[in-house]
């Protein structure tokens, strides 16, 4: 078979392009808990939780740019298929959301019952 079926630049953008429904998945998120717990919990202060989670979503579709930006230019233009991108973005997502649902439970335990 002649011809290279191939496309090198395909896998790359497909990880970014997950990242981003990642980060754009945490910032929905966010804005629903920023309408929601001020409301149930009683206090302006849970405000904060989403307005922190709009902010790691954001700083998170960046740094999935940057890194696709990389891998691609590696990759496509550079032809150097030996880059292999470290997990620090999957390290932030899962520190991320062990932080939330620490959150979570602290809130269940800290609430009286009704």
Known sequence: MSGELFDPGLQPERTELAWRRTGLSIAVGSVVAMRLLPEALGN????????LGVIFSAVLWQWSRR???????ATVTVRDHTLVPDGAL???LAMFVTLVGALGITVLVALPLR
Do not use: N, Q, T
């Not at 302006?44 to 307005?51: F, M, S, T």
């Not at 890194?67 to 230019?73: D, L």
């Open 67 to 73: 890194r696709y930006e990389k891998v691609s230019f």
């Open 44 to 51: 302006g202060w849970w405000i904060v939780p989403g307005i």
């Open 90 to 92: 999957l390290l932030a």
